[in-house]
């Protein structure tokens, strides 16, 4: 059998190529990044536009069947490099990410963009259908967590179309969803410093069973403990951190910010 070094599911439905294109609404001129390109389906349609496209590939194998599908395409640029690590301000000041992300990266991947989201317009990209349940679940439901909320605090999240897995070859296990992320210019929530922000939000996911007064334990000092059940900045700690709007963060890491040592 043939090894598959980066577990790669292939876009094998052109139908489905087409339609992320259209959904991408890409304008003319601007540029287009994409990442995993694997055979060239999603970009040859990518390609039909004068638009200069660059691909990331970590696939050398895949790059040289790239380079002689695309050869004679003067706005075409191949780019062999680990998505994941990758200096994308090196692509354009400006551009527009349309991807089917490779599954085992995809929200490395992600994340990695988000810090380089000044150069962003924004991203049409295929994921698995459960990563994507993540990033676009509300407050309550089961796939709501940290990354949900780091997304939504950065980027406009809107769910596009659903894939079958019978779209690949090989056909992965799970279906996958096409998602738009649009970079926000400024946050979903104002607050007084980013890196309290993400500390509180990921320490009340930690365990996702336990009530927030056992999972915010760092800030013990500020609980309020003449209420009960106990409060902090004016939040029930016998709630679960999946119960917590990105304004209700927005409010504790304000509170512990202002009041910290």
């Given amino acids: 059998m043939k090894k598959r070094p980066f577990g790669q599911n292939f876009l094998k439905d052109t139908s489905i190529a087409e339609e992320i294109v259209r959904l991408a609404q890409i304008s003319p001129e601007e540029t287009i990044l994409e990442i995993g390109p694997g055979k060239g389906i999603l970009t040859q349609y990518l390609l039909d536009s004068p638009n200069p496209l660059t691909a990331l590939e970590i696939d050398g194998k895949l790059c040289d069947e790239l380079r002689q599908k695309f050869n004679g395409k003067d706005h075409f640029r191949l780019i062999e490099a680990d998505a994941t690590k990758f200096d994308y301000g090196c692509v354009g000041p400006k551009f527009k990410v349309v991807s089917n992300l490779p599954y ?81 210019t400024s946050p979903q929530v104002q607050v007084n410093d980013q890196k309290t922000f993400f500390k509180v939000v990921n320490a009340a996911f930690l365990h996702k069973r336990k009530m927030l007064k056992n999972n915010l334990k760092d800030w013990q000092d500020q609980f309020q403990l003449e209420s009960d059940p106990v409060h902090l900045a004016g939040i029930d700690l016998s709630r679960r951190g999946e119960t917590l709007s990105l304004e209700d963060f927005a409010t504790l890491s304000n509170f512990i910010h202002t009041h910290h040592d």
């Fill in 104 to 184: 085992y990266a995809a929200t490395h991947i992600v994340k990695r963009l988000i810090d380089f989201r000044a150069h962003v317009i924004d991203m049409t990209v295929m994921m698995q259908k459960e990563v994507v349940d993540r990033l676009v679940a509300r407050p309550g439901q089961k796939e709501y967590g940290s990354l949900t909320v780091f997304i939504q605090f950065h980027c406009q999240v809107e769910r596009l179309l659903e894939i079958d897995k019978t779209a690949f070859s090989p056909p992965p296990k799970i279906d996958s969803s096409l998602v738009k992320l649009t970079p926000l």
